[in-house]
């Protein structure tokens, strides 16, 4: 269900894109980011901080464009969510401090606190790539083709990234030998 509140909202904003432009799946994405959040407190009685930060910067983008009727800052959302995430991960690094083990540790209990840093500073690196390659994309792609970035091209890249970091979330993997570099 989760899966289905997260995504739900990127195929209506990709759907209502092919049907009407920009302008109409931006207000599109803004109510569905609005009844996926209603979904998730009626089903869950919880709704994630990721998901209201999402969805303020959306609401306010998505109002900005309409408004405006000016097509970047809905563009824009995307920079600035990765950017939030790189500067709240890479921030806490500096401070001494592993937020994503703060959001996962109950789930990897047994993880060292090298490799805590570690994973935090490959998804806040990660974030900081996102960034560049909405910043690129959102100048240089004419918007369909940016639209379809955005719903099929970042989320698969943040599911195989997360893949590639899954090996780190074994305590083993601290041990696990390193090959030799050529």
Do not use: C
Not at 20 to 43: E, H, K
């Amino acid at each position: 269900m989760k899966f289905a509140v997260d995504l739900g909202p990127l195929l209506v904003f990709f759907i209502a894109n092919k049907i009407g432009g920009l302008f109409v799946a931006t207000a599109a994405v803004m109510v569905a980011t609005a009844i996926a959040m209603a979904f998730s407190w009626f089903r869950e009685r919880h709704i994630s901080v990721m998901t209201i930060v999402s969805a303020v910067i959306i609401t306010v983008f998505g109002a900005l464009t309409l408004w405006l009727k000016d097509e970047t800052f809905i563009k824009m959302k995307p920079t600035l969510i990765y950017g939030l995430f790189a500067v709240v991960l890479l921030g806490g690094l500096a401070r001494g401090r592993s937020y994503l083990q703060l959001v996962l540790g109950s789930a990897v209990p047994d993880l060292p606190e090298a490799m805590w840093r570690k994973l935090t500073l490959n998804w806040g690196l990660f974030f900081v790539g996102m960034m560049g390659v909405n910043e690129v994309a959102r100048r240089v792609l004419v918007t369909d083709d940016w639209v379809s970035l955005k719903v099929w091209g970042l989320p698969i890249a943040t599911i195989l990234f997360a893949l590639s970091q899954a090996r780190l979330l074994t305590p083993k993997a601290e041990k696990a030998p390193t090959p030799p570099e050529h």
